[in-house]
């Protein structure tokens, strides 16, 4: 069974185009903010593939663009919906 893969080009600050993988997209509904996970299929010294996030920013007529997460509260709650996720796929 093969799964495909969402890729994604983003610039960069530089102007230069990365095409990253998007793993998941989510919204927190009382915030109606939006979040990206996505990877550069890179990995880090104990072979664990980095990961990284980004809110996304939606203005009409634009395509989306990359943001930060700002606040320390913002960062607890994305890594719950992340653990919750890596639960579901050990079962």
Known sequence: MSEDKKIMS???EDGSIDEVEVLLTFEFTDT???YIV???NETDD???VTIYVASLIREE?????LGSVET?????RIKNVL????????Q
């Open 10 to 12: 983003i610039v960069l």
């Open 32 to 34: 109606k903010k939006e």
């Open 38 to 40: 996505y990877t550069k």
């Open 46 to 48: 104990a072979g664990n």
């Open 61 to 65: 007529g634009q395509d989306p663009k």
């Open 72 to 76: 320390d509260e913002e960062w607890a």
């Open 83 to 90: 653990k919750e996720l890596s639960k579901d796929d050990e």
